[in-house]
């Protein structure tokens, strides 16, 4: 279905809607692009759309809400901050007022896991400058989201699936990989958004493991990778000394004091945190 509504750069001419930097909005007006993104989303998480709930953060001028509604999602929660948006969604709403929940609410403070009915998944252009605080957030809770497909700038993206020994992998790729799947679908240039910002992006979808790639708490995995990480030029012997004995917890995980950060994999992280809770 083809919802009947005016071309999006209509909507933000209509309602004087110019991009907020202090909100990181970028908006994209490309529908052939927007449902690119949309039909990854659903093929990978289906049922979501089909009787679950779909969640999208930023909606903005709702190039993307529509697309979403359009590609037969049955509920759809919009999580907005900027009341300027607030009127394009209720006109957006007011043709599927069934399929479509706004929340007028800063995204950092709503705890996704518990808006609407399972399965959900979430699908956002994510604001550049609360993507990875986001991201960290849902992780926490990923055993109730199906799929989370999200645009992030490129390097971000990148960072979230690296591999053990490249100049990428650090804190977020092993708490991303430990707990999920993770695939860079595509780029996207800058010049596909208005205004266009002056990094390229990239659309990233990770699908929840059945089970972690090995058993460790969320907090105690935090603590290892944060300073691991935060010294990554550093010898494991010398960054780790903030959790206490660096060289007997590297022994006990059977990680040589000698490797640096980027050389160790994310189940080696998780003996860490295991050993760190004990």
Known sequence: MTLPLPPLREVVEKYGLAAKKSLGQNFIFDTNLIDRIVRAAKSRSPEAFEKGTVIEVGPGPGGLTRSILENGAAHLVAIEKDERCLNILEDIRALCPDRLTAINADAMTVDAASLGTAPRCIVSNLPYNVGTPLLIGWLRRITDFSGLTLMFQKEVAERIAAKPKTAAYGRLAVLSQWLCETEILFTVNRSAFTPPPKVT???????????????????LLERVTAAAFNQRRKMLRSSLKSLGDSEALCKAANVPPTARAEEIPPEAFCLMARILEK
């Open 201 to 219: 992006s990239a659309v990233i979808h990770l699908t929840p493991r059945k089970k972690p790639l090995a058993p460790a708490r969320f907090d």
